[in-house]
């Protein structure tokens, strides 16, 4: 027979009710941080339709440009996450949003390669903590068998930033073009950056740092919510100094899995608006729309997969399929650039693999990281894996630079997804399965 809280509801009812309500609360500010965060480190694929052109800069430069964000996301990563830690997560996300948007603001200034290099450098220093921080804090209100879900709908916020920011920046170029004597790219720039550090002000007043502090649950609630993270911490591997996050092998196999899966993930966000345009689409809004179809092929796969994880409560054939699907994708659209309608298809079956891969992988090291590790080694985990969003959008400009074709580059990202798939196969099912 269930136990009956407080409340008068059964125990798991009662909980489920409890989780729902701190769901509403959380995710769909945290969502909204997000399509601000990814629209303001991606919309540079947009402003290359024009900026290029305009300024001189090679598709390799473009592609070291967009890539060396994820430089300063490397070397400031893991300082922001213990930072946070410390001094909480509402402080530090706001000073994180706020910061990255005076930066992103500032790349409408861009004149030449040099200037391009280093706001890009700056964008990723400014942001560096705020992904893997929003995993960390993740963890302070919700136990394992919970996090895929959340995670999952945290994430949405790619495809949801490239459904709506897509045809909004296409839609900014052309119709603020020339207005006050700026350039389409520079008002795109300036535009999409004042919400970062409007909502990072909110944060300030919106976010709590912990179920302790949050005024919004009853103290019963609150008891529901501590009770399930201290059940949830007994199958953690608990470090309490900080370098054995550095010393734990599973630690530097999930920047390995994360590499692989990241290197797919950017060469899309990066480079989507380039090869819609490759396949004979001119107008910027145009592109802009079709640019979204494989988000929202996106949106749709990752949710699905992650309500699927969370039931089963299985974590690796959950992201072997849609990484496996995303290398599929790859390979048919390296074949397929001579018809838009083909490419779409292609791209969406990469986007809904690779997209879902990302929300899903959080769920491995978070299942066996615990104490002072957890917020070291997730940081570890992000920056290093991404650092593949410094090789991928480079390794596409260089290639097609050098051969004219992007249909090398693609089978190489479909090979990264394949080795990925078989990384996370030799994870151990008992560690990660809660």
């Known amino acids: 027979m269930p136990t009956t809280t407080a409340a008068g509801l059964p125990g798991l009812a009662r909980e489920n009710a409890v989780f729902r309500k701190v769901t509403a609360r959380i995710v769909p500010f945290l969502m909204l941080c997000y399509v601000v965060s990814y629209l303001d480190r991606v919309n540079v694929g ?30 400031f990563e893991v300082p922001s996450n213990l930072i946070l830690q410390r001094v909480g997560a ?19 200034f861009v004149t030449n390669e040099a200037t391009f290099y280093v706001l890009r450098f700056l964008l990723g220093a400014a942001e560096a903590g705020f992904y893997p921080g929003v995993i960390l804090y993740c ?13 999952a709908l945290f994430m949405s916020a790619i495809p949801v930033a490239g459904i709506f920011g897509n045809p909004l920046s296409g839609w900014i170029m052309d119709r603020f073009q020339g207005l006050n004597g700026w350039q389409g ?10 919400p970062a550090a409007a909502i990072g002000v909110i944060a300030l007043f919106y976010l709590d740092n912990g179920p302790r502090s949050a005024k919004w649950l009853a103290d019963e609630e609150k008891a529901v919510v501590e009770r399930a993270l201290a059940d949830d911490v007994a199958d953690h591997t608990v470090h309490s ?58 949106l749709v796969a990752m949710n699905l997969f992650g309500r699927s994880a969370d039931k089963r409560r299985e974590r690796r054939w959950h992201l072997v399929v849609p990484s496996l699907t995303g290398a599929v994708g790859f390979s048919l659209a390296a074949g397929w650039t001579g018809s838009t309608t083909l490419s779409l298809v292609a791209l969406s079956c990469a986007a809904a693999g690779v997209l879902t891969c990302a929300p899903l992988f959080w769920s491995l090291p978070t299942a066996f990281l615990g104490g002072t590790a957890a917020a070291a080694g997730l940081a570890v985990i992000n920056s290093v894996g991404n650092l593949a969003g410094f090789v991928s959008p480079y390794m596409i400009g260089a290639i097609k630079d050098a051969t004219g074709s992007a249909s090398i ?3 190489v990202l479909a090979l990264s997804l394949v080795v990925g798939a078989a990384a996370v196969l030799t994870t151990k099912k008992h560690v990660v399965n809660h």
């Open 185 to 194: 790219w520079q008002w795109m720039f300036l535009l999409e950056a004042i």
């Open 409 to 411: 580059p693609m089978y």
């Open 139 to 151: 963890t302070y209100w919700f136990p394992s068998h919970r996090r895929a879900r959340v995670i």
């Open 90 to 108: 509402r402080t530090w996300i706001a000073r994180i949003m706020i910061s990255w948007g005076l930066v992103s603001a500032a790349s409408m």
């Open 241 to 298: 100094r900080l370098g054995s996050a550095f010393r734990e092998p599973k630690v530097w196999l999930m920047c390995l899995i994360y590499f692989c899966f990241v290197l797919g993930q950017y060469a899309l966000t990066f480079w989507m608006p380039t090869f819609v345009q490759s396949t004979g689409i001119k107008g910027n809004f145009e592109i802009g729309v079709l640019s979204a179809v494989p988000f929202v092929a996106a």
């Open 46 to 75: 947009f402003a290359k339709l024009q900026m290029s052109a305009q300024l001189g800069i090679s598709d390799a430069a473009y592609g070291l440009g967009a890539g060396l964000f994820f430089i300063g996301y490397f070397l």
